[in-house]
């Protein structure tokens, strides 16, 4: 078995009310990079952005990114 990340971003910018627009002005990250992390558009993400989302939203990083077991 692999392991696969996801990000469970959407989910929780919905519980916490905030829009994907609100989120960039507060952690300088572009509205397009974070519609895309919502969307599972992405490849890699730069730590510093992950510390950021975290801190924007008052989550720890297990909130944020999901592990899940997939078969080959």
Known sequence: MALKTRL???ALLA??????RELARI????????NDMCNGK?????????ALIC???NVPVERLI????VEE
Not at 27 to 34: A, E, F, V
């Open 27 to 34: 952690t300088g990250i572009r509205q397009p990079s974070i």
């Open 66 to 69: 999901i592990l899940e077991r």
């Open 42 to 50: 992405y490849e890699r993400m730069p730590l510093q952005n992950i």
């Open 8 to 10: 469970n971003l959407e």
């Open 15 to 20: 519980e916490k009310g905030m829009s994907q």
């Open 55 to 57: 801190d924007a939203l």
